[in-house]
């Protein structure tokens, strides 16, 4: 069933002369900048590229949890660990929103879920890295909910009615975890010697998996074009990586850490940063299920997935009572 639902659409553009009129219809209201709502018509190649590009968004803002969650039981004050608790129940927060406006799609929660669990479905290579010191709680508030931002906010106007309104609460929400991640960043390089290499050294870390959360270069992106013209991405892959590396490097620099990139130099020219790209190989690797930890991500989720089936047998079994008893009425 979900297989069908997500099959991928493929990388070309079918053109005006291809469309069917109501093909056509449908993409006038979105040139137009119309919302699409659950219930209008809209192309079957829609539907799908939405419940996967929002159903793997939600599947990493839940499996987002787990490298930050470890670090709770460990936060250095009570102040840091409230903030970081806040923060953590905040992405299970976008994680509902999210699979609520997949739901609106004729998908459920458990078939996304199951989807996930069995690898049909992805969730963000940057949540495949070990979170080995406090310091890497700082760099994923710092680069990673930075590099959500960035993403995240085009999306806020993006075509479809649910996801476009599920963004702008869940934008307003990642600008707190990114100012508090700079916050424990600014604290670390003011800090002793080894706190601030312990920053730099999570910095060295986290700064190619964070530019690799935009996705592969358009060249390999499969996706971009199609959804683009539907408006369900606003911007491509390497026009988001760009503006994240204009915007972080300034910050980087403020904070007396250097981004490990030889060839980061700003280009007056073109007015923006050069720099070099990720290892795409290392990327590819993560997505087919060998980072470093896959297995164990994976695995916390299934656990928690398998522990909490009493749970939810016991919710179904009372709402199904209740159906029963109102029906009696
Ligand atoms: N990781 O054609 P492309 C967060 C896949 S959570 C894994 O360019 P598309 C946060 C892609 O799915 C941040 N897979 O794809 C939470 C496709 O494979 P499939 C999550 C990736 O969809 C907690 C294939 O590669 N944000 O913020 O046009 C704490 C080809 O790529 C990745 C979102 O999900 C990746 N990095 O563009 C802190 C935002 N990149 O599906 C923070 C919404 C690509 O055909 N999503 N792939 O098997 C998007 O904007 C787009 O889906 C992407 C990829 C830019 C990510």
Redesign the pocket.
């Given at each position: 069933m979900y297989a069908q639902m997500?099959k991928?659409t493929g990388?070309s553009v079918k053109s005006r002369d291809e469309m069917s009129a109501k093909e056509a219809r449908f993409q006038d209201r979105i040139d137009a900048g119309e919302k699409i709502e659950p219930k209008d018509w809209m192309p079957e190649g829609y539907r799908k590229?939405l419940i996967?590009?929002?159903g793997?968004?939600a599947h990493?803002?839940i499996?987002?949890?787990l490298?930050?969650g470890n670090w709770i039981t460990r936060a250095p004050s009570l102040a840091r660990k409230a903030i970081l608790i806040a923060?953590?129940q905040d992405?299970a927060g976008?994680g509902l929103y999210l699979y609520c406006a997949a739901e609106t799609l004729g998908v459920s929660r458990d078939e996304l879920t199951e989807a996930l669990h069995d690898g049909r479905?992805?969730?963000?290579?940057?949540?495949n890295y070990p979170t080995l010191t406090w310091a890497d709680i700082g760099a994923?508030?710092w680069l990673?909910?930075g590099?959500?931002?960035m993403?995240?906010v085009p999306?806020q106007r993006c075509s479809f009615g649910p996801y476009s309104r599920a963004m702008i609460r869940?934008c307003k929400e990642?600008s707190f975890?990114q100012r508090q991640g700079f916050d424990i960043m600014m604290k670390m390089v003011n800090g002793t010697e080894a706190q601030r290499a312990m920053a730099q050294d999570a910095l060295n870390r986290f700064w190619y998996p964070s530019l690799?959360?935009?996705?592969?270069s358009?060249k390999?992106?499969?996706?971009?074009a199609q959804?683009m013209a539907w408006k369900?991405?606003m911007n491509t892959?390497d026009e988001?990586r760009r503006k994240f590396v204009d915007q972080t490097a300034p910050q980087a620099e403020y904070l007396g850490l250097t981004i490990p990139d030889k060839n980061l130099k700003w280009n007056d020219k073109k007015g923006g940063y050069d720099f070099s790209e990720p290892d795409w190989e290392e990327?590819f690797e993560?997505?087919r299920g060998n980072g470093p930890m896959n297995k164990e991500r994976l695995g916390a989720r299934v656990k928690a997935w398998d522990e909490g089936a009493w749970v939810r047998e016991g919710l179904m079994a009372n709402a199904e009572k209740r159906t029963a008893r109102m029906a009696a009425e």
């Open positions: 997500v991928s990388k590229t996967r590009q929002i793997q968004h990493s803002e499996v987002g949890q490298p930050e923060k953590v992405e976008h479905m992805k969730y963000s290579s940057i949540f994923i508030g990673v909910d590099a959500a931002i993403n995240q999306l869940i990642e975890h690799m959360m935009f996705g592969p358009d390999d992106s499969v996706h971009s959804s369900i991405k892959n988001l990327f993560v997505l």
